[in-house]
Structure formats: structure tokens, C-alpha cells
């Protein structure tokens, strides 16, 4: 992973119009619906939905179609959120360290003293304690970490809302 990784969100932003809206809402709720259903729910014939959305993946406003997955049934008891301050010398390396990492689910950098704002998930809290010793406690660079572990999950949502 390269730096030019991370700047996806500075290409020009593409027009949508109100139909690619229509599109976009009723992928983020049904990602496996079929080209037809989805022609038919907004008014369109299965071959134009087809080429919006090759439309929508080619500019980059679609990146990916993917299964969310619930964490306790695959026996993912842990969820935590860590901000991690960082010399800003190592930003970019800590964090395309921390991109690769499995548990890492989500990976930001925030305003503040060059901190970075992590969500990762862990069978439990030995596989988190080795997470923290083994990967943050020992980079160089890391400056410190701030744990807070999830009690009660009440809204996730996967995708952007238009």
C-alpha cells in the first residue's frame, strides 16, 4: 500500500444525478439485488442499470460490494476503538502498517497531535492484549494509545447515506 492509497478522496467529486441516487440508496440496502429488480424499482431497463452502475465502480464512487458480517456469530467477541498518537515523521508508515493488519477494521487520520483513529475487532481480549504488545506498544514511532472497548453495539452502518 502506497501513499496515492490514501488519496482516493481527492479526485474530483462526480456529478450524480437523481437517478445513479436512486441507484446508489437501493445497493446500500441490497447489494445482491439483480440488475432487473433493481431496473424495475426505479424505472430503468436492466441494460442502463447495468452501465450506470459499471459507471459508478469505474469513477470510483462504487469501491467495492461486500457481505457485512455479524461479529459475535463468526465469534468476534472483542470490538474497540484506539486513537493513536504518532510523530508525525512515521504517520504514513504506521499507517499503512496498521491498513494491513487483519483485525483492523477501519483506519483514520484524525485533527490533533497526528493521531490516528482505529476500529479493530478480536476473538477476545488475549487476541486484543497481543494486538497492543505486539504491534502498537512495539512501532517505533507510536507515541501513545488510548483503548476504549465496545459494550453494546446500537447502530452500525456500512456505506455512505446520501
Known sequence: MTNKDFDKNEMPPMKLNEIDKKILEVLLE???????DLAKKIGLSRVAVQS?????????????????????????QVSAFFNVDVEPKYLDEIAEKLALHPAVTSLYHMTGPSTLHMHG???NAKE???????????????????????LKRYKSRMGLKL
Open 30 to 36: 441490497d447489494a445482491r439485488i439483480s440488475y432487473t
Open 128 to 150: 486484543m492484549e497481543s494486538f497492543l504488545l505486539e504491534t502498537l506498544y512495539s512501532t517505533p514511532g507510536i507515541m501513545r494509545v488510548d483503548t476504549q472497548m465496545l
Open 52 to 76: 450506470r452502475i459499471n459507471s459508478l465502480i469505474e469513477e470510483g464512487v462504487i469501491e467495492r460490494f461486500t457481505a457485512v458480517i455479524n461479529p459475535i456469530k463468526v465469534g468476534v
Open 121 to 123: 475487532v478480536f476473538k
